[in-house]
């Protein structure tokens, strides 16, 4: 199974949740958008209260939680994006 | 950018905003319409006083979203000429402007329109997040209806 190594910025509630604003993290190269956020839950399970509020952006792109396979490659940038509150 | 000189200014600042400032740099001899949304911050939420806000952003994200709005403007809209959206970052005090948007275009339906657009498509698509704080009781951070993700019970189409 081939991993990459990613980054993960967290914002706004999600920051507050993890205490973190950026992390680098070891996952396989081919999982899907809910198993990343799982990953995630598993190594900060106060993000849990986020679960049906949030999505993620992977290189800038916003992906929901699903079964949509990521093609994750070494230096990737994720990101926890909580509910929009701009304007 | 539009092909005819036409440009798009992008602004992600904790500095104060300035109107006039929006405004003179959308203006052009070729246009007839300058039309601006201020946002401002108000100070209360469901009877609770707010003494202030904080914004944070994915700033290179809020940026590339920022100019997808402006190229969606120029497709529905092609006599726009200016685009200047600039929005606040940081702490913004009761009354200040947290994001102006100024478009100018040969005649004022077209910016009118875009404004509109602009400001509502910001709220759904931009990565901005914005948080309350209160005279008394837990900060809050704001969750946008237009925003698909946010828990407004609505069912996302």
């Given at each position: 199974m081939n991993t990459e190594q990613?980054?993960?910025?967290?914002?706004?509630?999600?920051?507050?949740?993890?205490?973190?604003?950026?992390?680098?993290?070891?996952?396989?190269?081919n999982i899907s958008s809910l198993q990343l956020w799982q990953h995630l839950e598993t190594?900060?399970?106060?993000?849990?209260?986020?679960?049906?509020?949030?999505?993620?952006a992977v290189c800038q792109e916003y992906v929901p939680l699903?079964?949509?396979?990521?093609?994750l490659r070494d230096g990737d940038e994720v990101a926890v994006i909580p509910?929009?509150?701009g304007g | 950018m539009a092909a005819d000189g036409g440009q798009d200014l992008i602004t992600l600042t904790t500095d104060k905003l300035s109107a006039d400032g929006v405004s003179e740099s959308v203006t052009c001899p070729s246009c007839g319409a300058v039309?601006?949304?201020?946002?401002?911050?108000?100070?209360?939420?469901?009877?609770?006083?707010?003494?202030?806000l904080e914004y944070e952003a994915y700033s290179p994200m809020a940026e590339s979203e920022l100019r997808k709005i402006c190229r969606e403007i120029r497709t529905k809209w092609p006599s726009v000429?200016?685009?200047?959206?600039?929005?606040?970052?940081?702490?913004?005090?009761?009354t200040e402007a947290s994001v102006i948007i100024g478009i100018s275009?040969?005649?004022?339906?077209?910016?009118?329109?875009?404004?509109?657009?602009?400001?509502n498509t910001l709220k759904a698509t931009v990565p901005i997040w914005k948080k309350e704080i209160y005279e008394s009781g837990e900060p809050c951070w704001k969750e946008n209806k237009e925003c698909l993700w946010a828990d407004t019970g609505k069912d996302p189409k």
């Open positions: 990613v980054s993960v910025l967290y914002f706004a509630k999600s920051a507050e949740l993890t205490g973190l604003k950026a992390e680098n993290i070891t996952v396989p190269s190594r900060h399970p106060r993000l849990s209260v986020l679960r049906d509020q949030v999505v993620l699903g079964e949509q396979l990521l093609t509910p929009l509150s | 039309s601006l949304f201020i946002g401002t911050t108000r100070d209360h939420f469901e009877g609770k006083k707010v003494i202030r000429r200016h685009i200047n959206i600039q929005h606040r970052l940081g702490v913004v005090p009761i275009s040969p005649h004022r339906s077209d910016s009118l329109e875009a404004v509109k657009y602009c400001i």
